[in-house]
């Protein structure tokens, strides 16, 4: 397979390591192992610890721990474990997804910006992708009849990610069945691609359900990435009908084969805890979208943004005469700041920030974000 370079990976990786300010990181601030413990009981803290410790770290169950896969099944309607295959990530879950799905000649229908693996791993299969665009001029929103012209007799596959990355833009539960009814009119698959379930932002409509309640034709992939703060795990999943699972699990072992067995088994610890899980994250956000919407208002003449629905992202726009790469590099090297420039999206003018960093690094990250802007400004 030929591919090419996953744009924002690239550049993050460059400065992940290095800045002390990351307010471009996609997730919500991440959970130690101490954090996960500290969410049971004093008495099944010590016990629980021993256990782990205890654990032979031989080979996992392939497609998860059964324990897992229940406990994941039960966030879906009618959904049991054979339902579910675990996976390295919701971008494994993806690769497979696409690898089973499409084929070259195919049409795919995936949303633009978006997380480039969603466009360029249909485009490296072969197939012809339809990009079905959010635009700023709209505040960001999914536009329904936009989809129905791009839909043909050759489209497989529509990709929906709701909440977005990079907008924050959502699909309402009635804008999402339609969007089913349109998959299923033309004999395509929907999949919804939830890495943000779970991360409503306060004072917004709740999310939709997930695409796999819709019923037939649809797949949902989740992850333990950005809802639990643990993107160190590589705990994602799919969700879907037995036979489509089966054959993502039969190309899964030639790519990873099963998941960390220690990783499995705190994936179990997490789900577990799921509710006290959201109720921190509801307070970063909460916390620092509040920041946030101070530090816009005082800089209102340099930047703005259209306000995340969902999620934890959003782009800002910038009003700069400045590439956004040189921008995002200068902030990263004179400013110890990482905000993600737009042009990884296809999106020049912008940054992407993410709302679910630890909230003081969070506000001092803008801070400086604001001297910096303002040096630019000045030509300094
Ligand atoms: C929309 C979307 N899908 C999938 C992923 C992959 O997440 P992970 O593999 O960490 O679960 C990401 C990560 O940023 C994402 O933003």
Redesign the pocket.
């Known amino acids: 397979m030929k591919i090419e370079p996953f744009a924002l990976e690239r550049w993050m990786t460059t400065y992940e390591t290095r800045v002390e300010f990351d307010i471009a990181e996609?997730g919500i601030a991440p959970l130690s192992m101490n954090d996960l413990l500290a969410l049971l009981p004093a008495d099944e803290r010590e016990r629980t610890l021993a256990r782990l410790l205890d654990l032979p770290l031989g080979y996992s169950e392939a497609p998860g721990s059964r324990e897992l896969r229940a406990l994941l099944a039960a966030t879906y309607r009618d959904c049991g474990p054979d339902q579910i295959l675990v996976t390295t990530?919701?971008?494994?879950a993806?690769f497979l997804a696409f690898n089973v799905l499409l084929g070259p000649g195919d049409q795919a229908i995936v949303p633009y910006p978006a997380?480039q693996?969603l466009y360029s791993v249909p485009r490296a299969i072969g197939c012809d992708v339809a990009l079905w665009r959010l635009r700023p001029e709209q505040g960001f929103r999914y536009d329904l009849d936009e989809l129905e012209r791009l839909v043909t007799p050759r489209t497989r596959l529509i990709v929906v990610?709701t909440p977005h990355?990079p907008t924050g833009a959502m699909l309402t539960p009635d804008e999402l069945r339609r969007v089913h009814d349109l998959a299923r009119a033309a004999g395509a698959t929907l999949l919804g691609?939830e890495?943000y379930r779970w991360l409503e932002v306060p004072g917004e409509a709740p999310l939709a359900p997930p695409v796999r309640d819709l019923g037939a034709g649809t797949i949902s992939v989740g992850?333990l990435?950005?809802p639990f703060g643990l993107?160190g795990l590589?705990i994602?999943w799919l969700a879907g009908p037995a036979d489509f699972i089966a054959a993502c699990w039969a190309m899964r072992d030639y790519v990873s084969l099963s998941p960390g067995k220690l990783n499995d088994a705190l994936a179990v610890l997490a789900l577990r805890h799921r509710d006290q899980i959201v109720a921190r994250n509801r307070a970063i956000i909460e916390r620092n979208l509040a920041t946030a919407e101070r530090w816009l208002a005082a800089h209102r003449d340099l930047v703005s943004w259209t306000r995340p629905r969902g999620g934890l992202l959003a782009l800002l726009r910038y009003n700069l005469d400045i590439p956004s790469l040189d921008l995002a590099n200068r902030l990263a090297e004179e400013w110890s700041v990482m905000l993600a420039p737009g042009a990884a999206f296809g999106f020049e003018g912008y940054l992407r920030i993410g709302i679910g960093q630890d909230p003081a690094i969070f506000a001092e990250g803008l801070e400086r974000t604001a001297a910096c802007l303002a040096a630019v400004e000045r030509g300094a």
């Open positions: 996609s990530g919701a971008i494994e993806n997380y693996q990610n990355n691609d890495a992850t990435s950005k993107p590589r994602g």
